[in-house]
């Protein structure tokens, strides 16, 4: 009889480190590592921050504070809790020097000078506005996240530290600030290269910011152009559900163990993708901006056919092989909604709840909601498939 495994939460700056110093059975510190323990619960971490925001803002409140001590994640699942109480830190694991360093890290106000301050906080900072009275907004709550979300995903520090900032003195907290929010420049900025990271020091940003598709990256560049001082530009939290969302989508476990997002699978000439690792065939249905990978065993889910473009848990088709003609698969819907699809006979046929749709080059389908998607190899079509109807049961 195991004992329930207890979760492991980690900071973010646990996260950016990815170690974190917990007390041995005598007391002792120790180091240990500190990673999400998949992409999945990596993803729904930061989903759950934005979640956090969005209903923040929904009930008219902003955040008021720039502390991203806050916020702890679950390791194994992504599940997000915001700072509780001594008594209840005690009880996730923290050491007691650790609690008291968080707490006078709170009591000393709402604000302390950070990275996570917006351009135009540090500069009410620099005429003389107290902590009590900086006007936080929706918008610097947005700054926040993307700022939060930067360090998080590329394990860094602020997104503005590169040689431009790494090389120069500051003589304070106020005076590093003050010079980010008026001179700074996002270090991953497309064409430029002022302020690069640089290497030896920011080595994990390096490596992580060529991790993830381009959908991410894209995000971070609106959100700190011009120095992050174009509020209007800051992605909202929708803005991050949906790339947040996409990237879930994105992600392939398959079956041989690989994982990886899309941009690791090898691309064939007839536009379909191959497992880098067991050669298994992706075929890419689109709908001309989007597009959904079908291959054995990957599961659809409501975000992607149905009509909550957010609900990324209820999977709603799966991808299967006939059970009569071996090698033959299709696309099985699951779900209450019902789809029209193309089959290979030229006919349109409502697809309900256990019926499905072949997979074949031409095939075309529309999900309960929205646009069409189809199927369309390059060049000389595969071999074409035997025309045959998926199972329906
Ligand atoms: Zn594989």
Same mark, same amino acid.
């Given at each position: ?7 492991v ?11 974190r ?9 120790? &180091? ?22 969005e ?15 806050m916020f ?6 992504g ?95 106020l ?12 270090c ?73 997002f ?15 690792v ?17 291959a054995?065993?990957? &599961? ?28 033959l ?25 256990g ?27 595969a ?11």
């Amino acid at each position: 009889m195991s004992e329930k495994k207890e979760t492991v939460w980690a900071s973010l700056r646990e996260i950016c480190d990815e170690t974190r110093t917990v007390a041995d059975e005598t007391g002792r510190k120790v &180091k240990k590592t500190a990673c999400f323990s998949t992409m999945k619960a990596l993803l729904e971490g930061a989903f759950h921050l934005v979640e956090y925001f969005e209903k923040l803002h929904r009930e008219g409140e902003v955040f008021r504070s720039n502390s991203a001590d806050m916020f702890r994640f679950s390791l194994a699942t992504g599940e997000m809790q915001k700072r509780e109480p001594a008594k209840k830190e005690k009880e996730m694991g923290r050491t007691e020097d650790e609690t008291a360093a968080a707490d006078v890290l709170l009591a000393a106000g709402p604000v302390e000078i950070n990275e996570f301050l917006a351009p135009e906080l540090v500069e009410c900072i620099k005429e003389g506005t107290t902590a009590e009275e900086l006007p936080f907004t929706v918008e610097t709550d947005r700054y926040f996240m993307a700022v939060f979300l930067f360090e998080y995903f590329f394990h860094t520090g602020s997104p503005f530290e590169g040689k431009k900032m790494v090389n120069r003195c500051f003589l304070s907290p106020l005076e590093k600030e003050v010079f980010r929010a008026e001179q700074g420049q996002f270090c991953m900025d497309l064409g430029e290269n002022e302020n690069t990271p640089v290497k030896g020091i920011q080595d994990k940003l390096i490596h992580y910011w060529e991790e993830y598709p381009d959908i991410l990256k894209k995000m971070f560049q609106r959100a700190f152009m011009d120095g992050g001082t174009l509020c209007e530009l800051r992605p909202t939290e929708v803005d991050w559900k949906q790339t947040l969302v996409r990237l879930m989508m994105d992600y392939q476990v398959c079956g041989c163990g690989f994982q990886g997002f899309s941009n690791r699978l090898r691309p064939k000439e007839n536009g379909t993708l191959l497992c880098p690792v067991c050669g298994k065939t992706y075929y890419v249905l689109s709908d001309g901006m989007n597009r959904i990978l079908l291959a054995e065993g990957v &599961k659809l889910y409501a975000c992607q056919t149905g009509r909550d473009a957010f609900d990324k848990d209820t999977v709603t088709a799966v991808v299967a092989e006939n059970r009569q003609k071996k090698g033959l698969y299709g696309i099985k819907n699951v779900s209450k909604g019902v789809w029209r699809g193309l089959f290979p006979d030229g006919s349109t046929r409502e697809i309900k709840e256990g019926q499905g749709i072949p997979i074949w080059n031409g095939m075309q389908v529309r999900f309960e909601t929205g646009e069409e998607w189809s199927l369309r190899l390059m060049q000389k079509a595969a071999p074409e498939e035997e025309r045959q109807d998926i199972e329906s049961r």
